[in-house]
């Protein structure tokens, strides 16, 4: 059975933070997909750092 992927499972937060590195002002956009049960966390379909895209040690903040 294949399930089309439905909008509304999926969000995106974004959070204005500091970067880990140099303490400068970021922007990391996340889009979520809603867990199937709430004793779950949320799944990161996407991380965005607007300074570091490649960036893992800010990434690791939202696992």
Same mark, same amino acid.
Request: charge should be negative; charged fraction near 30%; aromatic fraction near 10%.
């Given at each position: 059975m294949h399930r089309e992927p439905n909008e509304? %499972? %999926? $969000? !995106? #937060? !974004? $959070?204005? !933070? #500091?970067?880990l590195t140099d303490? +400068?002002?970021?922007v990391h956009t996340v889009t979520y997909k809603k867990a199937t049960c709430t004793r779950v966390d949320d799944i990161?379909?996407?991380f965005h750092c607007n300074?570091? +895209?490649k960036c893992v040690k800010c990434q690791q903040n939202y696992l």
């Open positions: 509304a %499972e %999926e $969000y !995106t #937060k !974004t $959070y204005h !933070t #500091k970067c303490a +400068s002002d970021v990161i379909l996407n300074r570091d +895209s």
